[in-house]
T-cell receptor, first 113, second 110 residues
């Protein structure tokens, strides 16, 4: 158990809908990262938040947005969903300083029908 | 831009048959190289961090090594429970993100 939690575990929805994925980092970790994993793309970095502020963006679509709240949990919002958005979405957290290891949550499996 | 390439894509071994997985990388400045294990439908599980060429880390039947251009994950006398996808990754500048390889899917046959 990495200490990172994600909800829900599974999400099934229809095209055009909007969903919210939630992540709680390990205790005292200020950094939260979101990754997408689909069969043909591998693990792709989406976005990084540090203590409530956006630090870096990767291949994140404009239909997707994220935020990190004062209690450090984070939410990833996906809107106008398309079939191709079906994937596993992982969040990870890392320590404030020192080593760069990221610890991953169990993921949310999103299925868009 | 950082790049990570893993080979082979898939590897099937008999139980007890040792082998190595390769991870080659191109980075502007090495800030570490990470190995993860991922079971189907689960989140990547952290295994090792290597920081400098010549460094080695061991955990049970796994040993990770690092050179200036690549890393190897050696698996000795594997068991069926070692079956998983093994991923390597490098952190970006300022720990902004991880760049992952596509992984090696390892299957150990009893």
């Amino acid at each position: 158990d990495s200490g990172v939690t994600q909800t829900p575990k599974h999400l099934i929805t229809a095209t055009g809908q909007r969903v919210t994925l939630r992540c709680s980092p390990r205790s005292e970790d200020l950094s939260v990262y979101w990754y997408q994993q689909s069969l043909d793309q591998g693990l792709q970095f989406l976005i990084h938040y540090y203590n409530g502020e956006e630090r870096a963006k990767g291949n994140i679509l404009e239909r997707f947005s994220a935020q990190q709240f004062p209690d450090l949990h984070s939410e990833l919002n996906l809107s106008s969903l398309e079939l191709g958005d079906s994937a596993l979405y992982f969040c990870a957290s890392s320590a404030t300083s020192g080593s760069y290891e990221q610890f991953f949550g169990p993921g949310t499996r999103l299925t868009v029908l | 831009e950082d790049q990570v390439t893993q080979s082979p894509e898939a590897l099937r071994l008999q139980e007890g048959e040792s082998s190595s997985l390769n991870c080659s990388y191109t980075v502007s400045g090495l800030r570490g190289l990470f190995w993860y294990r991922q079971d189907p439908g689960k989140g990547p599980e952290f295994l090792f961090t290597l920081y400098s060429a010549g460094e080695e880390k061991e955990k049970e039947r796994l040993k990770a090594t690092l050179t200036k251009k690549e890393s190897f994950l050696h698996i000795t006398a594997p068991k069926p429970e070692d079956s998983a996808t093994y991923l390597c990754a490098v952190p970006g500048f300022g720990n902004e993100k991880l760049t992952f390889g596509t992984g090696t899917r390892l299957t150990i046959i009893p």
